[in-house]
T-cell receptor, first 118, second 115 residues
Framework: GAVVSQHPSWVICKSGTSVKIECRSL??????MFWYRQFPKQSLMLMAT?????????EQGVEKDKFLINHASLTLSTLTVTSAHPEDSSFYIC??????????????FGNGTRLTVT | AQSVTQPDIHITVSEGASLELRCNYS??????LFWYVQSPGQGLQLLLK??????LVQGIKGFEAEFKRSQSSFNLRKPSVHWSDAAEYFC?????????????FGGGTRVLVKP
């Protein structure tokens, strides 16, 4: 079945540094990928929609200059948390849909990245 | 704006017993409804979805859900739970069939299974 690979699965970084998270669709192409954020014991909140070859669409309240999204190919989207601070510590999950599958194709989620900023 | 409410934050159930997780949604048009399961530290797996047609939908792992428009509900059920069903369950509503287009998730229900 379709697989979305997210890397790294966990990362610890110092405050002020930047961290890049990769989301890859392994056996399908995705023109659109989605980035979610999940705080402990809370639900997923959509941060942005990553569009291949164009700018990402950010949800209200999400700082686009802080959370840089690049979707340079049909199988890879990256989320870079710039100048990370402890409050950015969270679980980041990406998801993607096989664009060739039409409207009924399911959404596939990565296994998430646990970011801890010290 | 669409919203999803899962009234139960935690549910504890004995292995072999039945399980029902509640989900209420608010959406102005025809809702596209989903249930996902998340194991600790993992991403989400789609259990089932409702787009139209038969209001009782069957999913994977023995789960089913029933769409009740009059109650704005989409409750998830399983007749007999297994220890491996212990996880967090999320109900979600989407603006279109395309799973992931602006999905709004409920707060989640954590299911604990007693031996």
């Amino acid at each position: 079945g379709a697989v979305v690979s997210q890397h790294p699965s966990w990362v610890i970084c110092k405050s002020g540094t930047s961290v890049k998270i990769e989301c890859r669709s392994l056996d399908f192409q995705a023109t659109t990928m989605f980035w979610y954020r999940q705080f402990p014991k809370q639900s997923l909140m959509l941060m942005a929609t990553s569009n291949e070859g164009s700018k990402a669409t950010y949800e209200q309240g999400v700082e686009k200059d802080k959370f840089l999204i690049n979707h340079a190919s049909l199988t890879l989207s990256t989320l870079t948390v710039t100048s990370a601070h402890p409050e950015d510590s969270s679980f980041y999950i990406c998801s993607a849909r096989d664009w060739a599958g039409g409207d009924n194709s399911p959404l596939h989620f990565g296994n998430g990245t646990r970011l801890t900023v010290t | 704006a669409q919203s999803v409410t899962q009234p139960d934050i935690h549910i504890t159930v004995s292995e072999g017993a039945s399980l029902e997780l509640r989900c209420n949604y608010s959406y102005g048009a025809t809702p596209y409804l989903f249930w996902y399961v998340q194991s600790p530290g993992q991403g989400l797996q789609l259990l089932l979805k409702y787009f139209s047609g038969d209001t009782l939908v069957q999913g994977i792992k023995g789960f089913e859900a029933e769409f009740k428009r009059s109650q704005s509900s989409f409750n998830l059920r399983k007749p007999s739970v297994h220890w491996s069903d212990a996880a967090e369950y999320f109900c979600a509503v989407g603006a279109s069939k395309a799973a992931g287009n602006k999905l709004t998730f409920g707060g989640g229900t954590r299911v604990l299974v007693k031996p």
